[in-house]
């Protein structure tokens, strides 16, 4: 509850916008010390009187914005690689933003140096004009530096960490939303139920990541970043998670993924670790599923993660009568196993997402 700013947590509820592709190519930036104080002048120079009276526009937000924004909420990072660096390094986002504004800045010193060759390059241009370049240089250099942060691949993520983190973070983002209801309440506020849905969702997953269930943790990272669904099942899409293992013997370094998709039939997946960044990965899916494509998206993130991966595809004709599911589900079966390798996890979340946006793109 440090540092906690009613007015302005309200404000971002009511009159929240959706991200951008460039400012979302940054890391909570609101977050950062650099921008917290900014932030929070600009908020103490809105009275919450006019916040109030602003119409409530979470429920316009698409899925992917609104589970940006519920990550925000619980200070979680914006991608999966991002939360298993943090895991990894032992670091909280404010400690993370904190280390990414340090490298940001020594580039942006980096940068100053050559100044004078890019204003040479871009003469006739306006001081807007130059401006408005040099940050869309820094904010490629930005999304460059979070997708290829370096992961360490012999240490293994402790799920039962990611139980304490989304608990911890989880509960406070409740409170925050309870008193922030109570304060806009009073402002004179009467629709809350985009706040209300928020802290449901929350609470949803406080509830369904425990200790000592990694099966239920592990169901709810995934849909924590699986965009679209954000710890909301039954729309479709749905998710299982067991900890069964179809030789009957557990092994915590292999994962089978069995997605019934809606328009291509079933695809399964097994992912083997072969070694502690290399993962063997099968696909079986029917000959009509756009498996190139499904290749060439794993491929483009796997270079990110320096994952060394080896991928091959068994494909089969379904038959055409086959009725089609009104939604498509996904199942994980892991090892009883407590700890993950995180190139098993960032795959396994990569086949999960690429093939259900494949399948929705054909529907």
């Not at 406080?206 to 954000?230: E, F, G, V």
């Not at 019934?260 to 997946?269: C, L």
């Not at 083997?272 to 499904?294: A, G, H, R, Y």
């Amino acid at each position: 509850m440090e540092n906690l700013n009613l007015n302005n947590l309200i404000a971002r509820y009511i009159n929240y916008k959706p991200v951008t592709s460039a400012s979302s190519n940054n890391i909570n930036q609101t977050n950062t010390p650099a921008n917290t104080s900014a932030s929070g002048a600009s908020a103490n120079q809105t009275s919450f009187t006019s916040a109030a009276s602003a119409n409530i526009q979470m429920g316009n937000l698409s899925n992917a914005d609104r589970s940006i924004y519920i990550k925000d909420l619980m200070k979680l990072p914006k991608n999966l690689n991002e939360l298993i660096f943090m895991l990894q390094k032992n670091l909280n986002q404010m400690q993370f933003n904190r280390m990414f504004e340090q490298q940001m800045a020594a580039r942006r010193n980096l940068l100053s140096q050559t100044q004078a060759q890019i204003l040479a390059q871009l003469q006739g241009l306006s001081t807007s004009e130059i401006k408005t370049m040099l940050n869309t240089q820094m904010n490629a250099q930005a999304a460059n530096t979070l997708k290829n942060l370096q992961l360490a691949p012999n240490m293994l993520i402790n799920i039962a960490d990611i139980s304490t983190l989304i608990q911890t973070n989880g509960k406070d983002a409740v409170t925050k939303l309870i008193l922030a209801m109570t304060a806009a309440s009073k402002g004179g506020v009467s629709d809350l139920s985009q706040l209300k849905d928020t802290a449901k969702l929350i609470n949803a997953s406080i509830a369904l990541a425990s200790t000592d269930n990694p099966a239920q943790t592990l169901k709810t990272l995934m849909l924590l970043y699986l965009p679209w669904l954000p710890l909301h099942e039954g729309v479709g899409f749905d998710l299982d998670v067991e900890t069964s293992s179809e030789s009957g013997a557990d092994d915590e370094s292999l994962l089978i993924i069995t997605i019934t998709t809606v328009n291509y039939g079933v695809v399964k997946a097994v992912l083997f670790l072969e070694t502690s960044n290399s993962v063997q990965i099968n696909i079986e899916c029917d000959e009509k599923f756009p498996k190139d494509e499904l290749l060439l998206r794993l491929q483009s993130e796997q270079k990110n993660y320096s994952m060394q991966s080896v991928i091959s595809f068994d494909t089969k004709k379904s038959p055409d009568n086959t009725p089609k599911p009104e939604v498509t589900n996904a199942k994980i079966n892991m090892s009883h196993a407590n700890e993950i390798s995180p190139y098993l996890l960032l795959a396994a979340h990569s086949i999960i997402r690429n093939t259900i946006e494949l399948d929705r793109i054909s529907g």
